[in-house]
């Protein structure tokens, strides 16, 4: 079934994605993507909840991500201005440079991943059709 070896294939990604940026940044999955997200949000803000949505995290498991990005200093919270009860999460300085050097690493390893997986033959047509 196509759908089985999708998911076999996502799962094979993720973990090499995953131990490549843990390895050589320190940084999850989860926090890398988020890190992409808010530095391709206007302002590099995004309502936690727009977060949330944008990495697939339930809102208990986003709150605890941006607090390990912000011990790390790669995000701060602010509070909507014009709603105080909104909270933003924003990328700082030290986030964009954690990202620019991580990017390479991700980027190496998708394309590693996917031609890994590019030689299963139960898996080779659904990468030419991600690739495309």
């Known amino acids: 079934m196509t759908w089985d070896r999708f998911a076999l294939l996502y799962a094979r990604v993720e973990a090499d994605l995953a131990k490549a940026l843990q390895r050589g940044h320190g940084l999850g999955l989860s926090e890398y993507r988020a890190l992409v997200q808010l530095s391709d949000a206007s302002d590099g803000e995004l309502r936690m909840q727009e977060l949330a949505e944008a990495v697939g995290l339930n809102q208990s498991s986003v709150t605890r991500l941006v607090a390990r990005l912000e011990e790390a200093g790669m995000t701060r919270r602010d509070l909507c201005s014009a709603d ?3 909270v933003y999460s924003v990328i700082t300085d030290e986030g964009r440079v954690r ?8 980027e190496r390893s998708l394309a590693a991943a996917l031609e890994q997986a590019h030689a299963d033959p139960a898996l080779s047509r659904l990468v030419t059709a ?3």
Do not use: C, I
């Open 130 to 132: 991600v690739r495309s």
């Open 84 to 86: 105080r009860r909104g």
């Open 99 to 106: 990202l620019a050097e991580a990017t390479p690493t991700y």
